[in-house]
């Protein structure tokens, strides 16, 4: 269905929008020890083409492993608790961001990175990816040699 305001549609992004009810995340994605990942918008759940978008929860005191999102980019909103995320600067020195509810944080591709949760709350971000699948390459640590390019 196209009409005047929106000819460049194709018939099903004109006519279908999806509801997921917060009860029905889906918990059978890509995990990094330390947090659990929830999917919500993805390809398999709504046939999202160019989008990913969920929850990652962190239990307090605790941290989650080494990873990077491949050439995905990442967008974080922080809902509730204080998570802290640790990533190293181009000059090899550790670098850590501490957040609050309300907090906005973006990952760029293949930059490695953890959650921390130093809090006594759970953690809970809402996570938006440039890819229709929830990138996961798990680290043995935070250094490693990045793609050029």
Same mark, same amino acid.
């Given at each position: ?24 995340? #889906?918990?059978? %994605? @890509? ?5 659990? /990942?929830?999917?919500? =918008?993805?390809?398999?759940?709504? !046939? &999202? +083409? ?20 491949? #050439?995905?980019? %990442? @967008? ?5 608790? /204080?998570?802290?995320? =640790?990533?190293?600067?181009?000059? !090899? &020195? +550790? ?55």
């Amino acid at each position: 269905m196209t009409d005047a305001f929106h000819p460049d549609l194709p018939p099903a992004a004109a006519s279908s929008v999806h509801h997921i009810p917060a009860g029905n995340l #889906d918990a059978g %994605t @890509a995990q990094t020890g330390g947090m659990r /990942r929830f999917a919500a =918008v993805s390809g398999a759940s709504v !046939g &999202a +083409e160019r989008l990913w978008m969920g929850q990652t929860h962190v239990a307090p005191a605790t941290s989650s492993g080494d990873h990077h999102h491949g #050439d995905s980019e %990442t @967008a974080i909103y922080v809902v509730s608790g /204080r998570p802290e995320f =640790v990533f190293l600067r181009e000059d !090899g &020195a +550790e670098e850590r961001i501490r957040t609050a509810p309300g907090d906005y944080v973006f990952i760029p591709p293949f930059v490695p990175h953890r959650e921390e949760n130093p809090d006594g709350e759970e953690a809970v971000v809402v996570i938006a990816r440039s890819t229709q699948e929830a990138i996961v390459v798990n680290l043995p640590a935070l250094y490693v040699h990045r793609p050029q390019g």
